[in-house]
């Protein structure tokens, strides 16, 4: 890196692809890749969606990893951006779920309601069974 | 006309006079002219707010801090603390209930509303494996700015006036240890990132390496730049393979770019980061063993001082910050120091990573300004305890600090505040527990641990931990007595004062906290020979309720030990000699007839 002009053109070029607003021209999909992801079964998820973006052949679509999103007990965790539209959360993932996401979401533009999180009294969870109290 | 600085509205409708808002009133009268505010405070009694619901309601301008549900007895607090100090109090502030059913994403939840993330701030964003990615988020940035608009004191001013402190545990003032390592003068010098993280439940500085290694490694150029540095090392355990792997590709990326190297940007100046890995001895954390490590030797620490700033690894001055405190760097370059001066509170500024665990609804990992609450931690952001169960607990600080009771809730997490009351910040380690939890059992959990963990140089250390666990092991075991106690008491004050490092210095603490506040915990234990969380097998007791029992057999045919026997139909007996207390007959029972107490 010889110049900030550089770093400026490599920032420019590569802001779409993380860009987390609603104005970005392509889809992004990342996937809870921190110990806590991995150790929950992300791996698998990532690769049945690398293969099914592959399969459909989607190329304005980002794939990548990314690390701890936070919320450990609900990983794997995969997110979608599409452009125009505000992130979408999905919990609990497994490689089938994930390949209905890009079916279902990323290329038919339909969020898969039951992936994603919801609150009950206050509790997040990704069911609709309230735990004992 | 006057002007006043602030106005205090209180509800005068009939919802809010009929709980006692006109006593408020009176109270709110009371302690302004008490406190001379009389021509700065303007108290308004006002019509209805229509939310009846929620009152007496009282609302303050000009920040518009709706307080719901006021008792004359707040007043006091409101005034002191919001009038005075300027700091609403978190805990009558009204927020809106939270929202249910599906959410489509995490940032909308409460989990993350309440969050606010910088040191954290890319993970979970961006692909750590991808150094464009990095950039295209204002990385290296900061470095590009340092190194070619700023001086190496100006940089230091800069990190000084942010207020930064240390995140791995001490809370020593950043700036003030750049400074101190730029001015020692020597023809080599080094820069260490702590990454040697090894509280039980702890899981900040991986997740941070994990998630974004390019801040860390950035971080670190700067503070090369800053004190004169061209070589830094990260200590980073084995334990932690994908930190390690994310780390060697961005060291490679970097060096590919030329941001890590010779002649970074055509300034002139060099910087090269190398990953030293440990294999997990905890006293490793510690900043003279960690060095050691390095250089080859045993991971033992060496008395200070001299200090590292002075002479660190091979001699050299050596600056050594934790993880977690490089990566808010960028922020604070790229951002400005006022920008991060302004989070958090007087003497605690930006914000501190939590990994939230134990008995918690939302375990993970959290990033909240200093001074907010254990509470708003626990139940807004954690969701509280599960299953019902009662809050006990909260241990932060790991096997250095300690245990905060119910009473502490309201607490501002702060360096100073955690550390008069017996605990300590720490790492980020928070850890939960409720009712079920035994203190004892916890307290000797972490001893044991760093009992273990000892690395035997110091005598007080050594000698002393094991002796305060053979006293723990005493009491769970129902063989303790009352001078016990204060025997634990009095060496662990000992081993605080007498040993070497900061692991002595701080192993007592868990048993020091629970001490003074769970006392009578130990007391059960030692009198009444009875765990009143059930957790110590030795002082629990199986037995069948004879009421209860149907005589159906299936526990005596559970039980591995035929601890049990009985005739069918009629109430059977556990035989306590032979009982090993697995629990398998209580977990079998349909009638809910057998006890543990």
Known sequence: MKSIQELEEIRKRTLDRVNQRTDRTTT?????????????????????????????????????????????????????IRPGEKKVTYVKMDADKARRIVNEHVVGGKVVDEYTLHIVQGKMLNDYKVEKE | MAFYR???????????????????????????KKNNLEEEIEIVRTGCFGLCELGPVVIVYPEGAFYSRVQVSDVEEIVAEHLIKGRPVTRLLYTESVEEGRIKSLNETGFYKKQERIALRNCGVIDPENIDEYIAVDGYKALAKVLTTMTPEQVIEEVKKSGLRGRGGG??????????????????????????????GAFMDRSVLEGDPHSVLEAMAIAGYAIGANQGYIYVRAEYPIAVERLKVAIKQAREYGLLGKNIFGTGFSFDVEIRLGAGAFVCGEETALMNSIEGRRGMPNPKPPFPAQSGLWEKPTLINNVETYANVPAIIVRGADWFASKGTEKSKGTKVFALGGKITNTGLVEVPMGISLREVIYEIGGGIPNGKKFKAV?????????????????????????????????????????????????????????????GKCTPCRIGTKRMLEILDRIVEGKG?????????????????????????????????????????YEAHVIDKKCPA?????????????????????????CPVNAISGQVKNPYVIDQDKCIKCGACLDKCPFKAIVKK
């Not at chain 2, 307290?443 to 044991?448: G, K, N, P, S, V």
């Not at chain 2, 634990?488 to 007592?508: D, M, R, V």
């Open chain 1, 28 to 80: 992004r999909i990342v996937v809870g890749m921190a110990t806590c992801g991995i150790a929950a079964g992300a791996r698998p998820v990532l690769l049945a969606i690398m293969e099914e973006v592959e399969k459909l052949g989607l190329s304005d679509v980002t794939v990548a990893q990314t690390g701890c999103i936070g919320l450990c007990k609900m990983e794997p965790i995969v997110e979608v």
């Open chain 2, 6 to 32: 602030s106005q205090v509205l209180i509800c005068g409708g009939t919802g809010c006079t009929s709980s006692d808002s006109m006593k408020i009133l009176e109270k709110f009268h009371e302690e302004v």
């Open chain 2, 171 to 200: 809370g020593f003032p950043t700036g003030l240890k750049w400074e101190f390592t730029a001015k020692s003068k020597a023809d080599q010098k080094y820069v260490l990132c702590n990454a040697d993280e090894g509280d039980p």
């Open chain 2, 395 to 455: 241990q932060t600080g790991g096997p250095s600090g300690g245990c905060l009771t119910e009473e502490h809730l309201d607490t501002p997490i702060e360096y100073d505040t955690l550390t008069a009351l017996g605990s300590m910040m720490g790492s980020g380690g928070m850890i939960v527990m409720d009712e079920d939890n035994c203190m004892v059992d916890v307290a000797r959990f972490y001893l044991d641990f760093t009992r273990d963990e000892s690395c």
């Open chain 2, 481 to 521: 007595t009352l001078e016990d106690l204060d025997k634990l008491e009095e060496l662990g004050n000992q081993i605080k004062a007498a040993s070497l490092c900061g692991l002595g210095q701080t192993a007592p603490n868990p048993v020091l906290s629970t001490l003074k506040h769970f006392r009578h915990e």
């Open chain 2, 534 to 558: 059930g957790v110590c097998q030795a002082l629990l007791q199986y037995t069948i309720i004879e009421e209860k029992c149907k005589g159906c057999s299936l526990c005596a045919r559970q």
